[in-house]
């Protein structure tokens, strides 16, 4: 099995409702991604998976110097950030690519599938 991520991306501007509409829609929105949630655990694909805060409390830490610098916000400004994710195992991307069609259609958003690095894939690096 391989573990993948699969991001969900959202408007970086959200309303009372985070990025839905309305009540109603962010409800059962929220009852589709849980029993979408149910199923990948049923199927043994679930190993994690969790939401964010909106984007303006992000902070950015950058450790490279002697001191670390701290600031506020994302670290890119961009019209969609990152909102929530999953991590799962599935035997290939054909599976992995389907649980993300069946989570962005759950949660009404875009979602990007991102393998993680094999110690194979890192070994390589370090090989080459």
């Known amino acids: ?3 993948y991520m699969l991001s969900v991306y959202g408007p970086a501007e959200r309303t009372a409702y985070g990025s839905y509409p309305s009540k109603e829609d962010m409800l059962e929105s929220f009852a589709d991604t ?9 199927d043994g694909y679930f190993v994690f998976a969790d939401g964010l805060a909106e984007v303006a409390t ?11 610098v701290l600031s506020d916000g994302p670290y890119l400004e961009a019209k969609e950030h990152l909102g929530g994710f999953w991590i799962i195992d599935a035997p290939d991307l054909d599976v992995a690519l389907r649980l993300a069609a069946e989570g962005s259609r759950a949660c009404r ?3 990007e599938v991102r393998p993680f690095s094999t110690p194979d894939e890192l070994q390589a690096l370090l090989d080459s």
């Open 58 to 68: 992000a902070t950015v830490v950058d450790g490279q110097g002697d001191e670390p």
């Open 34 to 42: 849980g029993a979408f949630n149910d199923r990948l655990v049923a």
């Open 109 to 111: 958003g875009k979602v």
């Open 1 to 3: 099995m391989t573990r």
